[in-house]
């Protein structure tokens, strides 16, 4: 059986609190090196990777390309500005697709 692990990945002041949780931590210093970064976990066992929303909104259609993956599951977080609702936009998304229609 293989250890799957859990990444977070996105801008240095994002992410570096979740290494006292024990995750992977991938700090990036901008768009392009966090897309090599999620394509490069992706390959690897990583099960969930955690990305900031900030990361995500800017590298959108890498993100959609695992939304239909079994692993890596791609949750996207508020960044150390706050949310921009891009997390929670998808989250609802996922459960209408689900339950065919919105109750959240």
């Known amino acids: 059986m293989s250890n799957y692990r859990i990444a977070v ?3 240095k002041d994002s992410v570096l609190g979740f290494k006292a949780l024990g995750l992977d931590v991938y700090p990036a210093e901008n ?3 966090a897309r090599r ?14 990305l900031t929303e ?4 800017a590298m959108a259609a890498d993100v959609e390309k695992y939304k239909d ?3 890596p599951a791609i949750i996207l977080i508020p ?8 997390g929670m936009a998808n989250v609802k998304r996922a459960v209408e ?4 229609a919105d109750i959240l």
């Open 31 to 33: 768009v392009e090196e």
């Open 79 to 86: 960044g150390k500005d706050g949310s921009l609702g891009i």
């Open 9 to 11: 990945l996105g801008d």
């Open 54 to 57: 900030g990361y995500a909104a």
């Open 97 to 100: 697709r689900a339950v065919g």
């Open 37 to 50: 970064t999620l394509h490069a976990l992706a390959r690897e066992n990583v099960a969930v990777i955690y």
């Open 69 to 71: 993956a079994l692993t």
